[in-house]
């Protein structure tokens, strides 16, 4: 039975192997790949049956593919067509968003927000134990700019290994979560979500109320944040961070939350962390960003 997600691929050179093909679709799961000859002796087209609408939907993204060194367009195949696809026949091989793939009565297990995505930091949980930071910066390029990623050094409570992304765009960052949440890598099956929820309520606390560098960030769960790298890893997309000072004593108790004394580079960053920080939600807890008094020597 052909997949409901059905990618065309046009024109691929005939010299490109079928596991060169495979090898490109990755990270995406692709469930079968046919190839189809052409008019032309010299190229073919290649018909991708997909996993998931999250699989086609993140591939469509990559649009246009590099096969070597050729540039390869991409459309999606509506339910029903099985005959050789081409432009002409009104697909369009424009880069597709998730909206124009998503069919009706398809699986939208990832589609209860309507509402444009807002943010651009991930939490990647359960990384492998043997892939380095570029590592990861390479698996998500493929949804757009990696601008900043890191792998904590401490594992969680439950002894998982866990990193941040900073994508270039919400866009890039929204087709990486419903690309990437569940796939297994290395054996490791990665929990990818946003750090940061898009935030619950007008903030009492305007950003002109931080006069100075020093910031108190407050409504740290336990279970995310366990040291200085896991504070650096959240305020590094906003902010130069210079100091950070831990409560002397914070309960481990995976439900309580907490906040540390963050100083940065400048008022100026302090009120961008504000602006971005303040009054989102981390992990079904609601972050807080207040003024805080400190010594900056």
Sequence with gaps: MLSAYQVCLEPVPASVSLQAIRDALAPQHAERVTLKATEQADTMQVIVDMASAEDQAALLLRNPLTLG????????????????????????????TWA????????????????????????ILNLPLDVSEDDLKCLFTPFGE???????AMLDTQARRRGFVDMDTPQSAQAAVRAMDGYVWHGYPLEVSYALIQRQATPAITPNS??????????????????????????????????????????????????????????EEAQQVHTALDGASMHGYIVSIKPASGDTS
């Design 69 to 96: 060194q050729a540039t390869v367009h991409m459309a999606s195949i509506p339910s029903g067509i099985d005959a050789p696809v081409t432009p002409s026949q009104g697909i369009g091989l424009q880069k597709k």
């Design 146 to 152: 990696v601008e900043h990623s890191v792998i904590l």
């Design 100 to 123: 124009h793939v998503v069919r009706q009565g398809a699986p939208t297990a990832h589609t209860s927000n309507d509402t444009a995505p807002v943010q651009r930091n991930l939490y």
């Design 210 to 267: 931080i006069t100075s560098p020093w910031i108190l960030v407050d409504g740290l769960v336990t279970t995310a944040i366990l040291d200085e790298a896991d504070v650096h890893a959240l305020l590094a997309p906003y902010a130069n961070v210079t100091k950070i000072e831990f409560p002397t004593f914070h309960s481990l108790d995976p439900a309580s939350t907490f906040g540390v004394r963050v100083c940065l580079a400048s008022t």
